[in-house]
């Protein structure tokens, strides 16, 4: 187990590396240390309520034995499954199926791949969601609903869509092609699945979207798709007890939230994430949400105006390197560059050696792929290092189900300890209302007259501004 375990390496956020100008000392650390004993005990003391999510590697033997159970009939009897949700209910299920299977997972002949088909549908823009009608047989095909407040109207609409299309096509048997995710008793779509009768798996209390990964949120896609879902949950069950330590020094959730925290107040308002590993490429988005709706925050804990958070960034190593890193090493002194580094890549391939008359691209020529990208990370690291520039790594042995499980859980780890230490509430998203209530009042929902009220009264646009 050891030999898998995910490491954060932060040398690159210290003075002794980085200079004294940006980087850190141990001092910088242990002056905070007040602050973060009491938002370790406030981590302890909420693991049962407020931060249940924590406890999902842990509390879920039953209910992984019926997604076990109702992943086997859906990969029996049908050859799509599509999410439909949108946010923490679709970036999750996307990040882990891109993780740990075949980069091509679709394209492969069904029995390669072993599973589905596989697609997440988490937006409504009409071509987009047509567009998969055309390479679908729905009479083969499962939706997962997923929605945990029951109501998200992108989703809502997508499984009106589904729903009506289903029943005009199969009758009464439309009801085996829709399993809901949802809440106990929250929302529409409870009430809906309940009367309907759908194969319906419920997302715990204290389990919000952006932290419900680890849930049947992430864990029915996954094993639809032939995942091991018992080493997923065991990664992160291994990566909660190493994040359960008090000592900054030994836990990585920690020290990766205590260098941002202390980040942000130098004014590293950017923080970007970079893996080096096309499979982790959808990480950076997942992780995007959660460290953005978690900690962008107007108010804290005692209503005081903040305005805190840092503006996540997905990159993605090598491709970037030719796009992004000119401004990473040059451009404004605002961010912390996160790298994912993968040890050891699942397939390997060598570069043959040829060309050798031409030096340079014939030193190429008896490296492996592996190798390169190895290599391209660790000197971006290091031009980073040179130009003074803020940056981290969490290094994972190989990609694997234990693996990817550990960085769910420290990534969430670390984000709700960055919420304790910034004395904000890392689980609301109350910025994204005022958006969500507009769209009602302006489709006609009712109880929203006055907001549409509100929006047909806006100053017109002017047409001098619009060339
Ligand atoms: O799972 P739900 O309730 O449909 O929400 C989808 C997403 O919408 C949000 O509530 C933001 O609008 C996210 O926090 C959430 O992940």
Redesign the pocket.
């Given at each position: 187990m050891e030999q898998m375990q995910i490491k954060l390496d932060f040398n690159n956020m210290m003075a002794e590396f980085l200079g004294e100008k940006e980087g850190f000392t141990r001092q910088d650390i242990e002056a905070i240390l007040p602050q973060i004993n009491q938002a370790h005990q406030n981590m302890t003391e909420k693991r049962d309520t407020g931060m249940e999510w924590r406890n999902l590697p842990f509390n879920q033997q039953q209910v992984v034995e019926q997604i076990l159970n109702t992943a086997a009939d859906i990969r029996n009897r049908c050859d799509t499954f599509v999410v439909l949700?949108?946010?923490?209910?679709a970036l999750g299920p996307l990040a882990v199926q891109t993780a740990l299977n075949h980069w091509h997972y679709n394209e492969l002949p069904p029995e390669k791949r072993g599973g589905p088909r596989f697609y997440v549908v988490d937006n409504v823009d009409p071509e987009r969601v047509a567009a998969l009608f055309d390479v679908i047989d729905l009479s083969r095909t499962v939706f997962n609903v997923?929605?945990?407040?029951?109501?998200?109207s992108e989703?809502m609409a997508q499984f009106m869509i589904i729903h009506k299309m289903l029943q005009d096509r199969l009758g009464d048997r439309y009801v085996h092609h829709i399993i809901a995710t949802t809440d106990r008793e929250k929302g529409n779509l409870i009430k809906i699945a309940r009367h309907e009768g759908f194969t319906t798996f419920i997302i715990p209390g204290g389990v919000?979207?952006?932290y419900s990964e680890l849930s049947p949120v992430g864990l029915l896609p996954a094993a639809v798709c032939g995942i091991d879902i018992k080493e997923l949950l065991a990664g992160a069950a291994y990566m909660d007890k190493i994040c359960r330590q008090g000592d900054v020094f030994s836990n990585p959730a920690y020290m990766f939230a205590v260098l941002q925290y202390l980040a942000m107040g130098r004014g590293k308002n950017i923080s970007v994430m970079m893996p080096y590993a096309d499979s982790l490429k959808y990480f950076a988005d997942w992780y995007a949400?959660l460290w953005a709706?978690s900690l962008g925050k107007r108010f804290d804990l005692n209503q005081r105006e903040v305005f805190v958070g840092q503006t996540p960034v997905k990159a993605l190593g090598t491709t970037d390197q030719h796009s992004q890193v000119q401004l990473y090493t040059e451009g404004p002194f605002d961010k912390v560059v996160t790298f994912l580094k993968v040890e050891r890549y699942r397939q390997e391939l060598a570069i043959p050696k040829i060309f050798a008359d031409i030096p340079s691209i014939g030193f190429l020529g008896g490296h492996t792929m592996g190798e390169l990208i190895n290599a391209e990370q660790l000197a971006t690291e290091y031009a980073l290092l040179k130009a003074h520039r803020l940056n981290h790594t969490i290094i994972l042995p190989e990609v694997n189900p234990f693996t990817v499980g550990q960085l769910i859980q420290l990534l969430e780890v670390a984000t709700a300890f960055t919420g304790e230490l910034l004395n904000i509430n890392a689980f609301d998203?109350p910025g994204?209302e005022e958006g969500?209530n507009a769209t009602y009042a302006l489709l006609g929902r009712p109880g929203y007259e006055e907001k549409r009220q509100e929006l047909a009264d806006r100053p017109a646009k002017k047409q001098e501004y619009i060339i």
């Open positions: 949700g949108i946010g923490g209910s997923i929605s945990k407040s029951g109501s998200t989703t919000g979207g952006r949400q709706e998203q994204v969500k």
